[in-house]
């Protein structure tokens, strides 16, 4: 049924993608950008799970994603990798480096949750149905067949939830190779064996955890004032505080490093129980709320308790560094299937609402001044984490939604779920094992090779700083190549690139791209700005410069904006 006739605008649905080559798991959300958790390992393949939907100008269900042409891309090309499930758009041309909507033809169905399956040379409808353990009948009716036996190779047909339910079809992922996967049966069982072991042994660590955090949340509602900060989780040492294990030992062997437990139902007060009115953002990882716990304006993030692992690594990092251009972690919880982290408040909100139609938001446009010292601000908290703690770390999503502004327009970098931790050494790269961040901001390097640097977030502030002067997102919606409907983008990099390899006048350039709500600014200090996110977004990564002289440029380009913001007002009041 088309979908535009359908009583249904979206549905949870799957893919059932067989790669090429052999892959990962974690390779295929990679390459399909989503979570890991979406994806399941088959007898043949991967059973991918998205939310398909009834998009404008398309008669079929379909599902989205943003993708970076790479040099050398064709439609047919793109289409095979993605197993010939992505619709080719043959009428739009391809430009390298430019980030285009890709749509996935997928199905919906009031009565059955539909899997998306590529017909292969061979198949027939029945041997199809008998694999899925799907009834023949429905299959039929949902794909509208007239005739059953005329189904050809790379046909996309929608098969019913099968028989059982889509875990009859997944296989058990374990930690070992593929080759090894595919020895004899009785390997077969060992693995099985070790793989139920290894969720026995996660589970009990769970029970152990949430144990810990009601033994502590218990001990912080016996008194009524502020306790005295606990000691952080740190699951990269033997030394978590958990029960049996002395305070004394604990304290000992974690750098002194504290945070505050809070009990749940102090979580369920501030919060007034999750109350829409009091939520202010969404992050990469769950909602955040505006709360008030025991006196102190607060922002709290839910996540879910299967976001274990980036609750764990923001924890630990937050609990370990400390600068006045960082959030302050303040404390953390659990309960109610959910994990909460507790930080301060940033009154006035994220930096890309106060640039991004600000007057649509109830803001007030950021005067020139204000743009280069929330600048330098970020600046700063990255340096610090680059270059003054040991080991280091590459934040790996700047942008400007991760940057927060207090009440008295002062910023603080925050979000750090996708923190990577690097060591000192010569080598300064170290491979990421998927690609994470942010479409807009991504370093070509990370997203070509996969290598993370301290350069990687150079290129993202380059981008931010491309933003302030600009008041634009990184990406936006491009009407001069293709049809709006179709979605295609413009990269804010590429836009002032072009502007700034002017060498002829390049400022004339670049005053036409500068934000309009930006009326009163020192041109110098502006071209300076400009120069400098061009040197941060330099294809090059070691032409990029470190962040430590980021901090210099901007502070120079601070210091002559002062000054001749001193000049116009003597002026103005001489």
């Not at 041997?127 to 067949?145: E, P, Q, V, Y």
């Not at 001990?219 to 740190?234: E, G, H, I, W």
Request: with cysteine; proline share 4%; glycine share 6%.
């Amino acid at each position: 049924m088309p979908c535009n006739k359908s009583l249904i605008q979206s549905c949870p649905a799957s893919f059932y993608y067989v790669p090429d080559t052999i892959s990962s798991p974690q390779e295929t959300a990679s390459l399909f950008h989503v979570n890991d958790t979406a994806v399941n390992r088959t007898v043949d393949g991967f059973l991918i799970r998205v939310i398909c939907s009834c998009q404008t100008g398309y008669n079929d269900f379909t599902w989205r994603m943003d993708y970076l042409v790479q040099p050398g891309d064709s439609w047919k090309r793109i289409s095979l990798q993605f197993g010939s499930f992505a619709v080719e758009k043959t009428q739009n041309k391809l430009i390298a480096e430019r980030i285009i909507t890709l749509d996935f033809l997928c199905g919906c169905s009031e009565n059955a949750y539909l899997l998306s399956y590529r017909v292969k040379m061979g198949d027939t409808l029945f041997a199809i149905c008998s694999r899925f353990k799907s009834d023949l009948k429905k299959t039929i009716s949902l794909n509208g067949l007239e005739n059953p036996d005329l189904i050809h190779d790379g046909d996309i047909l929608f098969i019913p939830e099968p028989v059982g339910g889509l875990q009859n079809l997944t296989i058990l992922e374990v930690d070992s190779k593929d080759a090894e996967a595919k020895k004899a049966p009785k390997s077969r069982i060992h693995i099985l064996v070790a793989g139920i072991s290894a969720a026995a042994i996660i589970i009990l660590l769970a029970v152990v955890l949430v144990s810990w955090k009601r033994f502590r949340g218990k001990r912080a509602q016996q008194s009524k004032a502020l306790p005295q900060r606990t000691d952080c989780l740190d699951c990269n040492q033997d030394a978590c505080p958990c029960p049996g294990k002395s305070e004394k030992s604990t304290a000992s062997s974690l750098n002194s490093d504290k945070a505050t437990v809070f009990p749940y139902n102090e979580i369920l007060d501030a919060t007034s129980n999750f109350s829409v009115t009091l939520k202010v953002g969404q992050g990469s990882y769950g909602s955040v709320y505006h709360g008030k716990l025991r006196g102190m304006d607060v922002a709290i993030k839910q996540m879910k308790d299967t976001k274990s692992k980036e609750f764990l690594s923001e924890l630990n990092i937050l609990c370990r560094v400390h600068h006045t251009n960082l959030i302050e972690l303040i404390g953390y919880a659990a309960g109610g299937d959910s994990l909460f982290l507790i930080y301060e408040f940033a009154q006035n909100g994220a930096l890309s609402d106060h640039l991004h139609i600000p007057t649509s938001r109830g803001h007030n446009p950021l005067s020139w001044i204000t743009r280069v010292q929330i600048a330098l601000d970020a600046a700063k908290g990255l340096e610090y984490i680059h270059e003054h703690t040991k080991p280091y770390y590459v934040h790996r999503d700047v942008k400007t939604s991760n940057i927060l502004l207090n009440s008295n327009f002062r910023a603080k970098i925050a979000d750090f779920g996708l923190v990577k931790l690097l060591e000192h050494s010569s080598d300064i790269r170290a491979a990421a094992s998927r690609i994470v961040g942010t479409f807009g901001y991504l370093a070509p390097e990370y997203v070509r090779d996969g290598f993370v640097t301290t350069k990687s977030d150079v290129y993202s502030f380059g981008v931010v700083l491309m933003e302030l002067l600009t008041g634009q997102p990184a990406i936006s919606k491009d009407a001069s190549h293709g049809s709006v409907e179709h979605n295609e983008h413009r990269s804010l990099v590429q836009y002032m690139l072009s502007s700034l390899n002017d060498t002829k006048d390049p400022f004339t350039q670049i005053e036409k791209c500068i934000d309009p709500n930006l009326t009163c600014f020192h041109q110098d200090s502006l071209c300076q700005m400009a120069l400098l996110s061009k040197d941060c977004v330099d294809d090059n990564w070691n032409r990029r410069p470190d962040m430590s002289i980021v901090v210099l440029r901007l502070s120079h380009i601070l210091l002559d904006s002062r000054a001749w913001d001193e000049q116009q007002n003597k002026h103005l009041t001489g």
